[in-house]
């Protein structure tokens, strides 16, 4: 029996979360949220359509984790502390088995973090899930794209390259999507809130990365005013993906893979050393470049600059 919108909102989406802050949450015409003193309101929004940013037949689970991840990510690379997020949801039919599973996803990577769903709209058409995510930090210690100066250190952090050679698979139907590891990397991304805590006050800039290392790197770059040299040496290849790839292919799907949602980031160089030191087991942190005063990224193995043959690049586009 479909569901009314009404029912659908108080059987899904009305969780308490406990956040002393929320002082009016779902319910009324708009949540009423306290921001601590002194801090600046960091808000990021992104949407997920069917079909472009998730398969038609993704565990709906997967989408509602997915959905949120990938906004706490980008308070995860502003430094931000994530407190409270909005969610609009578009769907061809109140399905309650889908409903249920999506908001399972949802909530749980939100509980895990804190963070209180105060609010959203909920409407019928193509399925469309937006989440904004509203957190805080100081201004002074945000990080910001626009601050790399020439001779920090470029760090990533965790696996990049995993998620896309994931979607890839997952594409080609080559593995059975629940249980691939190199799947659950593209579908259950992690948000490194934790590091971007980490980060505030040591990190002159950083970003996530979600269209590829390569590219999100460029944006970085551009933002600053800057260059950057990569070694690829040092790109972290993950066992995982050493597995299945050649290692030309590895190198390819860490430049270029995507929806990663790691964080790529810059340290000044008498830092670096303390950030490498700092990073738990869990996620490593990795120094793969440095800053250059000329603008553009160039790519060099062990000090000889390397030329990116456009065929990888083209087989990834
Ligand atoms: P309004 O007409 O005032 O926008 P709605 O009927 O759209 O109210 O929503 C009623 C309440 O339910 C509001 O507090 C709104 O924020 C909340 N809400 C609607 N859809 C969702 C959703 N998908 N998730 C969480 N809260 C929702
Ligand atoms: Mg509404």
């Known amino acids: ?92 039919e109140s399905d309650a088995a889908w409903l249920q599973s999506f908001a399972t996803g949802l909530y749980s990577l939100a509980e895990r973090h804190g963070v209180a769903l105060v609010g959203g709209d909920t409407v019928r058409g193509p399925r ?13 210690l945000a990080l910001r794209r626009d601050r790399a100066r020439p001779g920090d250190v470029l760090f990533v952090s965790g696996w990049p390259g995993e998620a896309g050679a994931g979607l890839e698979a ?40 979600s269209d590829g290392l390569y590219g999100d790197l460029q944006k970085l770059c551009r933002a600053s005013g800057v260059g950057a ?21 590895c190198e390819r799907w860490v430049l270029f893979g995507g929806d990663d949602y790691e964080l790529l980031f810059t340290v000044p160089a008498e830092r670096a050393a303390g950030v490498e030191a700092a990073a738990p087991a869990a996620l490593p942190v990795h120094r793969i470049g440095v800053i250059e005063d000329k603008s553009g990224v160039r790519c060099e193995r062990g000090g000889r600059v390397e030329e990116l043959r456009g065929g990888g690049y083209d087989h990834f586009a």
Not at 31 to 51: I, M, N, Y
Not at 52 to 71: I, M, T, Y
Not at 229 to 245: I, T
């Open 170 to 209: 997952l594409r080609r139907g080559t593995v059975q999507g629940d249980a691939d590891p190199l799947v659950r990397r593209y579908q259950y991304a992690e948000p490194r809130l934790g590091l971007g805590r980490a980060l505030r006050g040591v990190a002159s800039a950083a970003m996530d990365v």
């Open 128 to 140: 469309v899930v937006t989440v904004t995510a509203l957190g805080s930090v100081e201004p002074a």
């Open 229 to 249: 040299r990569l070694d690829l040496r040092c790109l972290p290849v993950s066992a995982e993906l050493a597995r299945r790839h050649s290692r030309a292919d």
């Open 1 to 92: 029996m479909p569901l009314g919108e009404f029912d659908l909102i108080e059987r899904f989406f009305s969780r308490g979360s406990g956040r002393r802050d929320v002082l009016l949450g779902v319910g009324d015409d708009a949540a009423l949220l306290e921001l601590p003193a002194g801090r600046a309101l960091v808000a990021a929004v992104d949407t997920l359509v069917e079909g472009r940013h998730f398969l038609p037949d993704a565990p709906p689970e997967s989408v509602g984790h997915q959905a949120l991840a990938v906004n706490l990510s980008d308070l995860a690379a502003m430094g931000a502390d994530p407190a409270w997020v909005l969610l609009s949801l578009s769907l061809p």
